[in-house]
């Protein structure tokens, strides 16, 4: 899997053929310690990305366990 960050704060996953195909036969992702360990990593790089790159409004929200989250 890449991620591909836009200047907008915004992130692409993409997965390869392979990686649909596993999620598709298996219906989970599963990450081995130490994949987990590189996948949190790089989470936390995104995260810390996006509140430099976040525009004021997006950047104040806030999601509790309630909110509903609509994808475009």
Known sequence: MKFKQYENGSCD???????RFLVLRKGKLHLSDEMLKH???YLVKVVM???LKFNEDVANKQTFEDTKIESK
């Open 49 to 51: 990305d996006w509140q």
């Open 39 to 41: 996948f949190g990593n």
């Open 13 to 19: 996953i993409k997965f390869s053929i392979k990686e």
